[in-house]
């Protein structure tokens, strides 16, 4: 099981380490930014230093200082398992990996993350606009060598948005860097345009406006396969293949007292609408449909009681 946010991980203490000397670019660091369940690779990380830089195009995009802020707990509700898990300033994300997940005896490698995980705080004064985004987008440079994750030419020419798990501007709200580094290929999936700029940014939206209005909110999101198999994907020749989601799944969470209160969103990816307001009541699911088709366990932490009953029931309205 990885280790989560605000310790001292192997990840963690790589973003402390000072660059090698000519590596002042990031390979190095690069390439131990590993979960823990990915450690035994950091014993070789610099010894595949020059591999890693010689793989990359010559275009990379380098990551900005990722300084975990203590006062966030990104994964407090889950999920409890995950598979490659990096820890960013302003989300937690579970890369898919070299895993079986449709349990058929096959290894398959999505391209796009598990699950993203954050917790949203509520500001007096919302950001209106972010800095400018990266172009190309980010790659980890390992995780692009052993072709796990893309970087951004499998998207160039698809058809397909990267859509953001963790929105820019809700990772704004930690700062310039923070919405930096939210512009990765480990914080997006292949996203429609119209799905993208539409239903999903609408509840983006949404979600930030709650954790103003409650204080805070926490966040699970990711895609979703029928029978937990691809059938479509991105990436041209040697280019590292990305599944395209069938649908997309997120879960809000906010605290009331010693109880929470549970939002959950099941999402089929396709054209919902381009006009505001959209309507999103019909979507709203309950948390075990959702573990049902991903595989992943929600709000372990809850008393197996009160588990139960949330995850059984889909709410009936929206918040206000």
Not at 77 to 87: A, C, F, I, K, M
Not at 121 to 134: A, H
Not at 303 to 314: D, L, M
């Amino acid at each position: 099981m990885p280790t989560y946010a605000h310790q001292d991980t192997p990840c963690a203490q790589a973003r402390k380490s000072p660059p090698l000397k000519g590596d002042e670019g990031g390979c190095a660091s690069a390439a131990t930014r590993y979960a823990s369940n990915y450690a035994p690779f950091q014993h070789f990380a610099y010894l595949s230093l020059t591999i890693i830089c010689l793989s990359l195009p010559a275009h990379a995009t380098d990551y900005k200082p990722n300084v975990l802020d203590p006062r966030y707990a990104h994964t407090k509700y889950g999920p409890s398992r995950g598979d490659l898990v990096q820890e960013f300033e302003a989300f937690t994300a579970s890369m898919d990996g070299n895993d079986d997940d449709n349990g058929d005896g096959s290894v398959d490698v999505w391209g796009i993350p598990e699950w993203v995980a954050y917790e949203i705080k509520g500001l007096p004064i919302p950001p209106r606009k972010g800095p400018g985004r990266p172009s190309p987008w980010i790659t980890d440079k390992a995780l692009y060598r052993d072709r796990v994750a893309p970087n951004d030419d499998s998207y160039r020419n698809s058809g397909y948005d990267r859509g953001h798990m963790c929105q820019k501007l809700i990772a704004f709200r930690l700062g310039e860097d923070a919405d930096w580094n939210s512009h990765t290929v480990l914080n997006a999936a292949p996203q429609l345009h119209e799905f993208n700029d539409g239903i999903w940014g609408d509840l983006e939206d949404l979600t930030a406006g709650w954790a103003d209005e409650f204080g805070q909110v926490w966040v699970i999101c990711g895609p979703v396969f029928d029978n937990k198999k691809p059938s479509k994907w991105i990436g041209d020749g040697n280019e590292v293949r990305v599944a395209v989601p069938d649908a997309f799944f997120k879960i809000v969470i906010r605290e009331r007292g010693k109880s929470i209160e549970v939002l959950a969103f099941l999402y089929p990816h396709e054209n919902l609408g381009t006009r505001r307001p959209y309507n999103h009541r019909p979507y709203l699911a309950s948390v075990d449909a959702i573990e049902t088709k991903t595989g992943l366990d929600f709000l372990g932490r809850l008393p197996g009681a009160e588990e139960k009953r949330i995850e059984s029931k889909a709410a009936a309205a929206l918040w206000p």
